[in-house]
Every structure is written in C-alpha cells, then in structure tokens.
C-alpha cells in the first residue's frame, strides 16, 4: 500500500512529529522515503534571488546553496536516519506546494506526508504559517495521492491502527477517500467507523431547520451509506456506521475522539472555499488544526 | 589578463559554459576578471561607426543640456536630486564620452559605463516625454548596453540570462520537454474543476497562439492553467507552440543584440508555422516590447511589424470582456479601492494605457488613479533588470520609493500589476518598505469574478 512516500517538510522543529511517522512507515512497510524541502521562493519577474521561507530573508539559490540545506537536513533528521534503509533527502527551489505537487507526480508516490502548522517560537513562524497553511490546502486540493497530515505526536505504528473513521459528505472526492479508508482498515485489521456530518450551517442566520428536516436528513444519509459504502464492505464485519449534525469538522472532531481514532480520513473540498482566502476555512483544515490524530486527506481515486 | 575565463568578450553558447558561470557564486570571479578586462577600442569605434546611427547622432549633439529631464527620472527624484543622475548627464558622460573619444577608452570608463547603464537607468524611456527636443536616453543607454555587451562588460546575471536564450531559448533553463510536460500537467491538474480544459499544442490554424514567460513553467504553472481557463471560458480557438512559446528577452536587457534576434527568430516561425491568426503574449512587459515592439527591426522585416497580429495579454482581456466572451459576475468586482501598475513597456512604449483602464472599468468599483499614471507613469523600480542583478541591489531599493509613494497617495491596498517585473518590484517595494498593500496579476483576479457558463461547471456531487 505504501511503496513510496515523500515526506513534505519544512525542515524544522513543526514537522518532528510528522518526521516520526514518515519514518516509521519506511520502516514497517518497507517503503522508500523521500524527504522533501522547498526552501526558497522564486521571483515572478528576472531575479536569481529567492525568499528563504523560514528566515524571509533574499538568498541567491544555487547549487552550493541546496547542498548546504540538504546537509542540514541530514543533521536535522540524524537520529532518525540512522535506522532507515531506503532514504533519499532532497530540496528544491519554487512555491513549496507546486514544487511538492511537482514531486509526487513525478515519483508517483502513494503518500504525501506533511507537518500542519507551526509554534510561534520558530523562527519566521507567522510568515511560515502563511505558506504552510496554504500550502497543505493546496497539496491537498490537487494531489493525485492520499496525504497525511500530522500536527501533534503520534505514538501508534500504522500498523496497529485499531480505529480509522471515514467522514463522507458523498461527494466523488468522499469516494476516493472510502475507498483508500478502507483498504487501509482492511491491511491492518482496524475498525472502520464511517461517518457523516449533516451540516446544520450555522453560519444561515435565521435559518433554523426543523427537527424532522434534520431526522430526514439523517435517514437519506444513512440510506447513502447503506446503498454506496457497505456492500463494498462484504466480508469485513469490523465496521459501524453513524450519522451526527451540526457543524460538520466539529461532529467529525467529537466522533472520532468518542472512537478513539488512530486516524482521520476523509476529502478536501476543492471549491469549498478559496485557500488563499481562508487559511482556517474548509473543514479539512480546521480538522487538521484540531485533531489529536493525523488526518489523511484523499481527493483522487488514482492511489486509493 | 585581458581576457577572463569568465568575464570576456566571448558569448555563452553551451551548457557548459552556462554551468561554469552560474558555478561562480554572485559573480565573484566574473567581477574580479572584469578588472582586468581589456578594451579593444578597434573593434568598439568600427562597432560604433557601423551602427552608431543618424538618429542616435543627432540625439548626442543636440542635447541642449536644459536639464528638462532632471525631474522626469525616478532615479533623480529619489537619489537626493543628484546632478549625476540626470538623464542627460548620464548618457554625455558615457555613450557621449565613448563617441567622442572615438572608442579609446580604459577598463575604468567602462566600469563607470556598465554602472550607469544598468543601475541608473532601467531603460523606461520617461524621459522622453519631457525632452523639448524628444531625445530618448532609455533608448540611447539600450544601445549602450550593446557595446558594452560586446566588450565583456555585462553584469553576471545578466550575461547568464542572455546565455540562457543562446541555449534554451528562454531565459531559464526550460526545454522542449519541460515546457510541454508541464501544459499536460496543468491540464491534468485542473480538468476536473473545469471541464473540458484542454491545453492544445501545435494545433494549426487556431485564432490564438498564446506565448509566455519562461517563469511560468518553471516556477509559476498556475498562471498557465488561469491563461488557458480563461480562453477556455471565453471560447477560444488557441494554442501554444512547442517551440517558440517563450516570448520574453533578457538579451534585451543585456544588450546582447544576436540573441535577441534568436529568439524572436523562434517566437516568428512558430507564427509561420502555426499559422495562427493572432498571438497573445502573457502579462509581461519586456516580453511585449522585445517581441512585439522592438523584435520585428532585430528580424529585419521591414514591416517592422509582427508576422501576426500580436496582442498583449491586456488587449485581449479588454475584448473578450467588452464583446462578453467573459462576462463579469457584478456582485463580485472589486469593492476596495485598487490601482494599476501601468507598465512602461506596454503602456509607455505601445500605447495601451486605454485598454487597462477599459479592464478596470468592468472589474472594479472603486479605482484610483496613481498620479502620474498611463504613459506618464513612473517605472516599477525594477525595469530594464533592475530587479535581478545582485551588484546594483541598494540602489534599485532606493529607486522603490517613488513607487511607494505613489501607490500611498492613492489610498488603494491593492494594486493590479499586470507585468511579471512590476509585480516583483511591488512585492519587494512592500518588503522593504511595509506599506501594507497586496498586488496581483489580472488572471486570478478575474478567475475569482467571472461567470461559469452552466455548460462549462463540473458536474460532480
């Protein structure tokens, strides 16, 4: 399921956590690792100079400059390189997530893993945030392969998952992330919880929905479900199905810490909202920031 | 040391000799080799003798020094008023000085030439406007780059750039390959959300042959994918050539005159060979006035026009939304107050000041004019590759502070720079100076407001 894997880092502290499990499924799928820095933003007019991304200072990116970040990174990543096998590190120069996209296409990876945000004692943090928040919505919005997501420590090997929970809204993104959801679960025995949100908008002042639109709204979902998702579920009983309401990253957050989920999967919502706009809007998003579990955005059927 | 290894006379023409200099870290070795750099004052006056022509002459000797340029140069205003930046001074002082000396000139003079040849002038020809006599420096000092090109005394990146066009032609190192890989690419990436998009290359006989900025498929697809989304909308029959689809120049702003015909030589026989019915160039200035303006002379076609009709990427958009191949959603304009970055080299220099404002018309409510602005506009601060070379950086910081104030005046936060050099000096402008304004190019802009025809929307969910 993993062969290949490239780990999206911004070569700092935000992404240790996010370095532990990218290392850790080289280790035990025995899989090959690529770890990825994009360390400089590029001009749109002539210039040879770059925008360092975490200093924001103006360097002039050439191939001494990439060698010495590639041997930073080594020093960076040190420990954990010393128990893996099938490691390449790499950096580029570009807007981090185009150069990423460029990436995985290129290497047809079957995972992109990334850190979420930053801590406010990093250095550059507030411009960083900028760009790797935009970045993951991007990267997520257009990556033909699942992407793991990883704010905060995760303890558990991948391997011995014992809860995954699906959130679908149905879309053909919701299929692609069903799909990959569950032939993870399958692989490594784990329950499958799959779920749905019906979103109550709360933004919709004066909209309030009567009790029996959101019971009907419930029964069509779990019609859904029952007509779309479980016969592709014939001979693997470790499943449930549930169906809450309200603000749909909220319901997704609480059900799966009433679970106590290992991982988060579910689609990011390309015409949801403009990325540029909103750094905290679309659901997948504010379930990134919040999670206490990684959160595995699948948008394309290609990988899963 | 006459010649350098680096620095010399000799062009780039191959990869390797591309590698080797790019190797030299900010030019370190190029500039130490420059000193020793001997001038062959032979081959500069028989140069000069060949191309010095009666316009230019006249220019040099009927310059009545009156001073009425002073005040036209961004460089002057913002440099303290320093007598050593007036237009005029600076083109006798140099190009005047090699004339009259008949090219017998040492490695100091022509330091102080290539000095005042790309840090104290970016070549916006504003000046111009306000000569009672309507001599051009901008002009004069882009001929000036050219003998100096010839001699060796070029700045590095500049030098490489111009090498860049030599082997790739383009002014990165993007090939063939490259630059169809990533249409396919773009295609692919984006063909969900609009269905239908293609990305066609080489098709014969479009109504549009659509021709970029090497940038953009290095570093900046995106802008790619916005050009072919909007022709998608608006129903355009258009392509992109294999070869030939980099339409900017920095041999232009090296003065490497060869290679700038090389390289609208390949932009031209894409036209020739597409036979598309017009051209539209992508929103870059230097790309429109060395392809479109100036490239039909450096081709010798004595229409000195285009072998199509060649459109920048204004000209188009004015059309397409003044015939509704674009309609605008009216609850989505521009609210805040913007202003317009009216770019020297097709504004200026081509005369489109009309068709930005016509743009702005349909795409914002609240639009400010800068002052000046259209063809008395002041330049970015980093034309004529201002922007890119390392040497000159502090002075083209200080050159950003008439810009500054400008945009400032106008109350606006955000500006619409439609020239890949404008926007980069806007963004560093704010850098530098804070100003807490945004800026962007016209495809995003319009992407977010226009209305999807119900045929054209993805059919998912």
């Known amino acids: ?304 | 040391m006459p010649e350098g290894t680096l620095c010399n006379k000799k062009t780039i023409d191959t990869q390797e000799a591309l590698h080797a200099l790019l190797a030299d870290k900010s030019g370190k070795k190029y500039y130490e080799e420059m000193k020793q750099l001997d001038v062959n004052a032979t081959v500069l006056w028989g140069v000069i003798r060949k191309t010095l022509k009666s316009r230019l002459r006249t220019w040099l000797e009927i310059c009545a020094h009156c001073g009425m340029c002073a005040d036209s140069c961004f460089l002057y205003l913002t440099n303290g008023r320093d007598p050593k930046q007036v237009p005029s001074y600076k083109i006798q002082s140099t190009l005047g000085e090699l004339v009259k000396r008949k090219g017998k000139v040492d490695n100091d003079f022509m330091h102080h030439c290539m000095d005042t040849a790309w840090s104290k002038c970016t070549c916006c020809n504003r000046c111009a406007m306000y000569c009672p006599f309507g001599i051009d420096m901008g002009v004069m000092f882009g001929y000036l780059r050219g003998l100096l090109f010839s001699q060796g005394f070029v700045p590095w990146e500049l030098k490489i750039g111009s090498g860049m066009h030599r082997v790739y032609r383009a002014q990165m190192d993007v090939t063939t390959e490259d630059w169809v890989e990533t249409c396919e690419w773009m295609c692919e990436e984006y063909e969900e959300d609009w269905p239908g998009l293609t990305f066609p290359i080489d098709k014969p006989d479009a109504d549009i042959m659509y021709t970029v900025n090497a940038r953009e498929v290095k570093h900046y697809p995106e802008d790619l994918a916005e050009a072919a989304i909007l022709f998608h909308l608006a129903g355009e029959n258009w392509t992109v050539p294999s070869q030939g689809w980099e339409e900017t120049s920095l041999a232009m702003f090296a003065g490497d005159w060869a290679a700038c015909k090389m390289q609208v030589e390949s932009v031209y026989d894409a036209m020739k060979r597409l036979k598309s019915k017009r051209m539209v160039v992508t929103e870059c200035g230097h790309a429109y006035r060395a392809t479109v303006v100036e490239g039909p002379y450096w081709a010798g076609l004595k229409t000195g026009k285009t072998p199509i009709e060649s459109l920048h990427y204004v000209e188009w958009l004015a059309e397409a939304l003044r015939t509704g191949k674009l309609k605008i959603d009216p609850s989505k304009k521009i609210k805040e107050p913007v202003t317009y970055q009216d770019s020297c080299n097709y504004i200026r220099n081509a005369g489109l000041a009309e068709c930005a404002r016509e743009i702005m018309s349909y795409i914002a409510e609240d639009f400010r004019e800068m002052t000046p602005c259209r063809e008395y506009n002041f330049c970015c601060g980093g034309g004529g590759g201002f922007n890119g070379i390392g040497r000159y950086r502090e002075q083209r910081n200080i050159g950003l502070k008439i810009k500054r104030d400008q945009v400032l005046d106008t109350g606006a936060k955000l500006v619409i720079a439609p020239c890949h050099n404008c926007w980069d000096a806007i963004r560093d402008m704010e850098e530098i100076y804070h100003i807490g304004i945004r800026w962007s190019f016209l495809k995003p802009v319009l992407l977010k407001m226009v209305l999807v025809p119900e045929h054209l929307k993805p059919k998912d969910e």
């Not at chain 1, 679908?168 to 569950?182: G, Q, R, Y």
């Not at chain 1, 909220?250 to 989920?261: G, N, S, T, W």
């Open chain 1, 1 to 304: 399921m993993f062969k290949k894997i490239l780990f999206a880092t911004t070569a700092s502290p935000v992404c240790d956590n996010a370095a532990k499990v990218a290392f850790d499924l080289e280790l035990k799928w025995d899989a090959e690792l690529i770890v990825f820095h994009v360390l400089g933003i590029p001009t749109h007019g002539f210039s040879p100079f770059v925008t360092d991304v975490r200093t924001g200072g103006n360097e002039l990116a050439d191939n001494d400059y990439l060698d010495w970040v590639k041997e930073e990174m080594k020093n960076t990543y040190d420990k954990l390189l010393q128990d893996a096998e099938k490691v390449t590190i790499e950096a580029a120069i570009g807007m981090p997530h185009r150069e990423i996209l460029r990436k995985a296409r290129k290497e047809n990876v079957d995972l992109i893993v990334m850190g979420a945000h930053t801590r406010p004692e990093d250095v550059g943090a507030s411009r960083y945030r900028s760009v790797v928040g935009s970045t993951m919505q991007k990267v997520a919005k257009n990556a033909r392969c699942p992407i793991a997501i990883i704010s905060r420590p995760c303890t558990t090997c991948w391997k011995l998952f014992s809860n995954i929970v699906v959130a679908t809204d149905f879309s053909k993104a919701s299929e692609a992330a069903f799909s990959w959801a569950c032939k993870l679960a399958k692989q490594v025995n784990a329950n499958l919880h799959i779920f749905h949100a019906v979103d109550l908008k709360a933004t919709d002042a004066g909209l309030i929905k009567a009790q029996e639109d959101i019971e009907a709204c419930i029964q069509s979902a779990r019609e859904k479900i029952e007509n779309k998702y479980l016969p592709r579920l014939k001979g693997f009983e470790n499943h449930t199905v549930e169906i809450w309401e309200g603000a749909p990253y909220i319901e997704i957050l609480k059900f799966a810490r009433d679970r106590q989920a290992d991982l988060i999967v579910m689609a990011h919502h390309a015409r949801e909202i403009d990325p540029e706009l909103a750094l905290f809007g679309s659901t997948v998003e504010q379930v990134v920031l919040r999670s206490a579990c990684p959160v595995a955005s699948v948008n394309k059927l290609d990988k899963a």
